[in-house]
Nanobody, 123 residues
Framework: QGQLVETGGGLAQTGGSLRLSCVAS????????VAWFRQAPGKDREFVAA????????YYADSVKGRFTITKDDSKSTVDLQMKSLEPEDTAVYYC????????????????WGQGTQVTVSA
């Protein structure tokens, strides 16, 4: 049974930065692709970023491209999301998800999900 735990959420000002971490308890974590999603109040969950199991390929939503960076550290079983130039529109609960398939983790139906961490950006 796998588990994902997100940390690093909190309050930031517009233009500020936050770093989210997703710590995984998964056998053979190196074989998993990981994605970040977010859900704002009253809105559907949306894809934010993903990284392939090898760490070679990364994918970003247009809304965060150039501001967010996703990285994977197999030695620590973690995937981080560095967020810069934050905007009030980035306010949401952020979830990490993992799946052996990069395509599956990007489409929003991955096998494992975390419980989420709140990010609030003040104007």
């Amino acid at each position: 049974q796998g588990q994902l735990v997100e940390t690093g959420g909190g309050l930031a000002q517009t233009g500020g930065s936050l770093r989210l971490s997703c710590v995984a308890s998964l056998r053979t974590f190196s074989a998993y692709s990981v994605a970040w999603f977010r859900q704002a109040p009253g809105k559907d969950r949306e894809f934010v970023a993903a990284i392939s199991w090898s760490g070679v390929n990364t994918y970003y939503a247009d809304s965060v491209k150039g501001r967010f960076t996703i990285t994977k550290d197999d030695s620590k079983s973690t995937v981080d999301l560095q967020m810069k130039s934050l905007e009030p529109e980035d306010t949401a609960v952020y979830y990490c998800a993992a799946d052996p398939s990069t395509q599956t983790v990007r489409t929003g139906t991955p096998k494992y999900w975390g419980q989420g961490t709140q990010v609030t950006v003040s104007a």
